[in-house]
């Protein structure tokens, strides 16, 4: 038996609000599936699809797992995703290499350093 690592689902009180901001981070093309799912498509070698689902529930605590971006230029992403409306989130982190930042519905997620 084996495994592929097929999609990366995550609730949504907005699904097609949350789905289209990824979108224009990641700069990748989204669509709504049979179900009434956003899909966001990763290029050839980018990874597993993302999958939002809408959920009535708003988010409340930390994540437990979360997505780590590495970038050329790390503040100019940090600035561009700020931008487009992320916030910087203390999570306890302290001085770090990497960026905490939340997308608009509080979904923590890290920028990390260019060279780590």
Same mark, same amino acid.
Request: some cysteine; overall charge negative.
């Given at each position: 038996?084996?495994?592929?690592?097929?999609?990366?689902?995550i609730?949504?009180?907005?699904?097609?609000?949350?789905?289209?901001?990824w979108?224009t !981070?990641l =700069?990748?093309?989204w669509?709504i599936?049979?179900d &009434?799912d956003?899909?966001?498509?990763?290029p050839p070698? /980018?990874g *597993?699809?993302?999958?939002?689902?809408a959920v009535?529930?708003?988010?409340?605590?930390?994540?437990?797992?979360?997505?780590?971006?590495?970038?050329?230029?790390q503040?100019a992403e940090v600035?561009? !995703?700020? =931008?487009?409306?992320?916030?910087?989130?203390d999570? &306890?982190?302290?001085?770090?290499?990497?960026?905490?930042? /939340?997308d *608009?519905?509080?979904?923590?997620?890290?920028?990390?350093?260019?060279?780590?």
């Amino acid at each position: 038996m084996s495994l592929t690592f097929d999609e990366i689902c995550i609730d949504a009180h907005d699904a097609s609000a949350l789905g289209a901001w990824w979108s224009t !981070v990641l =700069g990748w093309p989204w669509g709504i599936d049979a179900d &009434g799912d956003v899909v966001l498509h990763a290029p050839p070698g /980018a990874g *597993p699809k993302w999958l939002f689902i809408a959920v009535p529930d708003d988010k409340v605590v930390k994540n437990r797992i979360h997505l780590d971006f590495r970038p050329d230029d790390q503040q100019a992403e940090v600035d561009r !995703v700020v =931008g487009l409306g992320a916030r910087h989130v203390d999570i &306890g982190q302290g001085r770090e290499s990497w960026v905490v930042l /939340a997308d *608009p519905e509080g979904n923590e997620f890290c920028i990390l350093a260019a060279d780590d």
